[in-house]
Structures are given as C-alpha cells and as structure tokens.
C-alpha cells in the first residue's frame, strides 16, 4: 500500500474508508490511534501519509493536481482550537497542540515534500516546535 490515513476520530476514518473503497482516495491503511501512538517505524513502505486525515482533503487535493501516488508526499492538519478564535487559545498549553507530534515524524522519516497548514493565530500564540503532549 502507498498511502497511510491517520485520524484519531473513529467516524472521520470511517468516512476515509468509503472514500477509498469507492475509488475516491487512494487505496491504503487508515490508522485510528492518536498521532502521539505512531512510530517513524509504523510509516516504513507508505511513499504518501496523511495526519490529521479528516475527510481526506489533502489526499484528494493530491489526486486532483496529478501527484503520483507513489511520491513521498507527507500532510498534516494539526487541530486548530489551541490557536483559533472557536478555541480557548491556550496555545502550546493546550492538549490539542499536536503539531510537536507531526514534525516529530517528519524529522524521523524526511519525506521528499510536506504540506501542511494551521490558523494564522498559531504565529501568535506560539511556535509549533516543542515538546508534544503525552498524554
């Protein structure tokens, strides 16, 4: 397989499954655990893995603008509620600062291109380097 969804809401890897048994993603393995579970080692073989998956935005995106599927094409949405205005803007202090936990695999696995996108707030309340939540 040369894709790899991960998403920690049972219902968006739901909805990832029928987008890929109907053809309209890529085949590959969704992967349900936290971002904070997965190891560099788990993504060995996927040439594209998508983070933060949702509804499988990015990956279709891919497959509109002709990327070959079996380029290393790595894509991260970390949630936004700890920089946006619907969040409690608590910043790197919050539990949902996720952002630490994608970079961290990216430094690992040094995929050929990254996409990635977070609000324009996150620039104000803080880097998204640092430390990732464990818990």
Same mark, same amino acid.
């Given at each position: 397989?040369?894709?790899?969804?991960? $998403? =920690?809401? /049972?219902?968006? *890897?739901?909805w990832? #499954?029928?987008?890929?048994?109907a053809g309209?993603?890529?085949?590959?393995?969704? $992967?349900?655990?936290?971002?904070l579970?997965?190891?560099?080692?788990?993504?060995?073989g996927? =040439?594209? *893995?998508?983070?933060?998956?949702?509804? %499988? %935005?990015?990956?279709? !995106?891919?497959?509109? !603008?002709?990327? =070959?599927?079996?380029?290393?094409?790595?894509t991260g949405?970390? /949630? *936004?509620?700890?920089?946006?205005?619907?969040?409690q #803007?608590? %910043?790197? $202090? $919050?539990?949902?600062?996720?952002?630490? @936990?994608? +970079?961290r +695999?990216v430094?690992? *696995?040094?995929p050929?291109?990254?996409?990635g996108e977070?609000? !324009?707030? @996150?620039?104000?309340?803080?880097?998204?380097?640092?430390? @990732? #939540?464990? !818990?």
């Amino acid at each position: 397989m040369a894709v790899y969804y991960n $998403d =920690a809401d /049972p219902e968006a *890897c739901a909805w990832l #499954r029928e987008l890929v048994a109907a053809g309209l993603l890529p085949a590959g393995e969704v $992967d349900e655990r936290s971002i904070l579970e997965v190891e560099p080692a788990d993504l060995l073989g996927f =040439a594209q *893995c998508h983070f933060f998956a949702g509804i %499988g %935005g990015w990956p279709y !995106a891919l497959r509109l !603008a002709g990327v =070959a599927e079996d380029l290393s094409v790595w894509t991260g949405s970390p /949630p *936004c509620q700890p920089f946006s205005q619907a969040g409690q #803007r608590k %910043g790197q $202090d $919050d539990d949902r600062h996720l952002a630490p @936990a994608f +970079l961290r +695999l990216v430094a690992a *696995c040094r995929p050929k291109l990254v996409f990635g996108e977070q609000v !324009a707030s @996150a620039a104000v309340l803080g880097k998204v380097g640092g430390t @990732a #939540r464990t !818990a």
